[in-house]
């Protein structure tokens, strides 16, 4: 009588089509980041981002469930590079390159900080810095000759008169 009851199918049908063809652009953005580096995960989640928030029909929950996903890939891919960086500067302790482990560092507490952020796991967290702690104290501290805390030792040699 006054419009009820009465259905729009092609609409209806449209609407679904329009849903399932964002939501299949979402899943080829999320594919992609599953395997990216840190930089190119940042670019496809902040894609993702504009992405979603230009489509009115994506569904909120899709959304903030896409998004949840992006951030743990972007998170994970951070996590990959910071554990790969400080494994390497540990690896340059037996070879005594303490400026190349000092560039390591620096790049590797980049990328930590990035994951921090993002909200990695706490116990991952702490074995980070364990190793890091590791690193930083193990290595570089041997000194061939003398120093300061063990200078040469000028005085002769007291004679052995145990054999006398």
């Known amino acids: 009588m006054f419009g009820f009851g009465k259905s729009k199918p092609e609409k209806?049908?449209?609407?679904?089509?329009e849903i399932e063809r964002i939501k299949k652009t979402v899943n080829a953005l999320l594919l992609q980041m599953k395997t990216a580096g840190p930089e190119d995960a940042a670019n496809l989640s902040e894609k993702l981002k504009e992405y979603s928030q230009s489509e009115k029909l994506m569904p909120m929950d899709f959304k903030k469930s896409a998004l949840a996903q992006a951030?743990?890939?972007?998170?994970?891919?951070?996590?990959?590079?910071?554990?790969?960086?400080i494994r390497q500067a540990a690896s340059m302790l037996a070879k005594e390159q303490i400026k190349e482990r000092g560039r390591l560092l620096a790049d590797s507490r980049r990328y930590f900080s990035k994951v921090c952020s993002l909200g990695a796991d706490p116990e991952?967290?702490?074995?980070?810095?364990?190793?890091?702690?590791?690193?930083?104290?193990?290595?570089?501290?041997q000194l061939e000759g003398n120093s300061r805390a063990k200078p040469i030792c000028l005085a002769p040699k007291a004679p052995n008169r145990a054999k006398a």
Do not use: H, I, P, T
């Open 12 to 17: 209806d049908n449209k609407n679904e089509q």
């Open 71 to 85: 951030k743990k890939f972007e998170c994970d891919a951070n996590m990959r590079v910071a554990d790969k960086l």
């Open 124 to 141: 991952w967290k702490r074995a980070y810095q364990r190793l890091c702690d590791n690193v930083m104290m193990s290595g570089g501290v």
